[in-house]
């Protein structure tokens, strides 16, 4: 992954995703949406951690003047005043992971058990983002023994219950995210770097898997993600994946069809290792289902955009060298 990104990357990026874009109502200049009543608000979720990662691995090491490393942190605030000014968001707000094992761990003991430790100078940025989000006064949630997944679904879930005219857009570098798709739902997903983007909605979802959103979580139980470590079903891969969810909805209905030998489309090899790794692809989905449940003290109201201080974040900004981002800032004009 590289970082010297082409303006015509962001033309063809531009360009390709235009027709989902403007089934955002973000769309459009400031003072349309103001005279407009009959535009939703947005509302944008930071999906924080993967935000961080992918900046960390896609960027230079950039450093500060006293050499400590900041480049997950800038590259976190290039997609972030990105997303702010294209799609000029009513509220933010950003979900973290918690540091510390969580009720996934618990029910599978070797989840995400192959995965190298975060670096330190990565960990070392966690807190500069933070400060910077509460600079920007952003609420930042996280919640011991849930992952920021559960915890960006439970606000999407809380949202949507409250006021089903917010659009809701989420902003990840992580693909699981995109199970909690719907009409109310869309996902801004970092394909590559941090620049270049794809946005999901319902349509886009099912072009690209051949299932619905709610769909996914039933495909990654059967062929499994070894980047989290989750078994699934051996032997199943993609394609009889997406298959056989296209054919019974589901993997409870799945097995239904199997163990009540209404099966008949099913060869009994594909059959018989369904049956043997059953409880892999139980515990597969139990792992995969984003936990929209979790206990957390939200109101839509506490994360309403633009009540921060220009001035404040600029002297961050300039304390961590971000020179060239104090220009995009200034664009913004949302601040009090």
């Keep these: 992954m590289g970082y010297n990104f082409k303006m015509n990357r962001e033309r063809n990026l531009e360009k390709n995703n235009k027709k989902n874009l403007t089934l ?8 349309a949406k103001k005279d407009n009543k009959n535009k939703k608000e947005i509302f944008i979720i930071l999906d924080s951690d993967a935000l961080l990662y992918r900046s960390y691995y896609a960027l ?14 800038y590259g976190f605030l290039l997609i972030f005043l990105k997303v702010v000014k294209e799609f000029n968001p009513d509220y933010i707000a950003a979900a973290f992971d918690f540091p510390a094992p969580t009720f996934r761990h618990q029910r599978f003991k070797d989840y995400k058990s192959q995965r190298e430790k975060t670096p330190d100078d990565l960990r070392a940025q966690f807190p500069l983002i ?3 989000l509460k600079a920007f006064r952003v609420p930042i949630f996280e919640v011991k023994g849930f992952e920021a997944d559960d915890i960006i679904g439970t606000l999407a879930r809380k949202i949507t219950e409250e006021n089903q ?3 809701i857009m989420i902003v990840s570098g992580d693909k699981d995210i995109i199970s909690l798709v719907n009409k109310q739902i869309k996902v801004y997903f970092l394909k ?21 959103p709610d769909q996914l979580i039933d495909f990654k139980a059967l062929r499994g993600d070894p980047s989290d470590n989750i078994p699934g079903v051996p032997g199943i891969g993609e394609k009889t994946a997406i298959d056989l969810i296209k ?3 589901s993997l409870e209905e799945l097995y239904k069809a199997i163990e009540n030998k209404n099966n008949l489309e099913i060869k009994s090899s594909l059959k018989e290792n369904l049956l043997k790794h059953k409880k892999e692809a139980i515990v597969s989905k139990e792992l995969v289902m984003i936990n929209c449940q979790v206990p957390v003290s939200f109101k839509i109201k506490d994360c309403y955009w633009k ?12 304390k961590y060298g971000f020179k060239t981002l104090i220009s995009r800032l200034n664009k913004l004009n949302c601040a009090v």
């Design 130 to 132: 933070k400060e910077i």
């Design 24 to 31: 955002f109502s973000c769309l459009g200049d400031k003072d």
């Design 192 to 212: 590559k770097g941090v620049k270049s983007a794809v946005f999901y909605d319902e349509e886009k979802v099912k072009e690209e898997y051949h299932l619905t």
């Design 165 to 167: 005219k917010i659009e």
């Design 60 to 73: 230079p090491a950039l450093t500060t003047d006293k050499g400590e490393l900041v480049n997950a942190v």
């Design 247 to 249: 054919k019974f909805n």
């Design 307 to 318: 009540n921060y201080k220009k001035e404040e974040v600029i002297d961050i900004f300039q």
